[in-house]
T-cell receptor, first 113, second 112 residues
Framework: EPEVTQTPSHQVTQMGQEVILRCVPI?????FYWYRQILGQKVEFLVS????????KSEIFDDQFSVERPDGSNFTLKIRSTKLEDSAMYFC???????????FGSGTRLTVV | GNSVTQMEGPVTLSEEAFLTINCTYT??????LFWYVQYPGEGLQLLLK?????DKGSNKGFEATYRKETTSFHLEKGSVQVSDSAVYFC???????????FGSGTQLTVLP
């Protein structure tokens, strides 16, 4: 069964540093997403990406965040200057038709110290 | 805006017990409804879905029926197993918005 692959599975970074979280969506999917889950809290939408541009973003997705699809297969989330409150599990997802369920990756646990 | 209210956990059951996890929603238009499951240390997996009123989603013995009149999508299983221990999330997507709105999740523990 096709999978969404995320790397790394766990990243520890110092406050103020830049991090890039990487994802390889399912190859024939057209829509790509990032979500995050702070420990013990809800899964929250960050951003959706379609046709090489952001289609929706939440209030969480401020100027510190950016997304890119650099080469037609990878989909990255960059946090420019990490804060302690960015510590969370970050999930990438992709879908063919958006209202019929996504496929999520297994997540990257980001710890900011 | 859209919101999902989910039965608070944790829920602890004995093996072979009946499971219900309640989920109600508020949405504009006609949402699609989903249940996702998160096993320990893993990502979110789509468990089942329903895209219109009165649809029943089912998978692995789990079922949920899209009830427009009560704006509900309760998850049920007739006989749970230890391997069903996980966190269960109700979610919806609505209209042109492609984002999923999640409930807070319900931790299920099944004891042998």
């Amino acid at each position: 069964e096709p999978e969404v692959t995320q790397t790394p599975s766990h990243q520890v970074t110092q406050m103020g540093q830049e991090v890039i979280l990487r994802c390889v969506p399912i190859s024939n999917h057209l829509y790509f997403y990032w979500y995050r889950q702070i420990l013990g809290q809800k899964v929250e939408f960050l951003v959706s990406f379609y046709n090489n541009e952001i289609s929706e973003k939440s209030e969480i997705f401020d100027d510190q965040f950016s997304v890119e699809r650099p080469d037609g297969s990878n989909f990255t989330l960059k946090i420019r200057s990490t804060k302690l409150e960015d510590s969370a599990m970050y999930f990438c997802a992709s879908s063919g038709e958006a209202n019929y369920g996504y496929t999520f990756g297994s997540g990257t646990r980001l710890t900011v110290v | 805006g859209n919101s999902v209210t989910q039965m608070e956990g944790p829920v602890t059951l004995s093996e072979e017990a009946f499971l219900t996890i309640n989920c109600t929603y508020t949405a504009t238009g006609y949402p699609s409804l989903f249940w996702y499951v998160q096993y320990p240390g893993e990502g979110l997996q789509l468990l089942l879905k329903a895209t219109k009123a009165d649809d029943k989603g089912s998978n692995k013995g789990f079922e949920a029926t899209y009830r427009k009149e009560t704006t509900s999508f309760h998850l049920e299983k007739g006989s749970v197993q230890v391997s069903d221990s996980a966190v269960y999330f109700c979610a919806l997507s609505s209209g042109s918005a492609r984002q999923l709105t999640f409930g807070s999740g319900t931790q299920l523990t099944v004891l042998p």
